[in-house]
Nanobody
């Protein structure tokens, strides 16, 4: 059974940085590397949205709202996807999740990011 475990969230002041990690378990690294992965977020009262994606070929894309501030990366050997977040804003406050770009797997618990002074 595939599991997605996100971590790294917390309380940070506006302008601060955080690095999120998502460890994927339940299949081999050879399968993991074939999956296009993404980071999503869901703010209170809003729909879940895709904020960053990275393909198996390491092509990245970002939502306009985070472009230039967030960086997605992956370590296939560790079956881990990262999201480096900088210049955080209060509107970045949300629960952050990872999954494939087509939401293939059961969603994990997510990790809460709160940006507040």
């Amino acid at each position: 059974q595939v599991q997605l475990v996100e971590s790294g969230g917390g309380l940070v002041q506006p302008g601060g940085s955080l690095r999120l990690s998502c460890v994927v378990s339940g299949f081999s690294t050879s399968i993991f590397r074939l999956n296009d992965m993404g980071w999503y977020r869901q703010a209170p009262g809003k729909e879940r949205e895709l904020v960053a994606g990275i393909t198996s070929g390491l092509i990245t894309n970002y939502a306009d709202s985070v472009k230039g501030r967030f960086t997605i990366s992956r370590d296939n050997a560790k079956k881990t996807v990262y999201l480096q977040m900088a210049s955080l804003k209060p509107e970045d406050t949300a629960v952050y999740y990872c999954n494939t770009l087509n939401g293939r797997f059961v969603w994990g618990q997510g990790t809460l990011v709160t940006v507040s002074s």
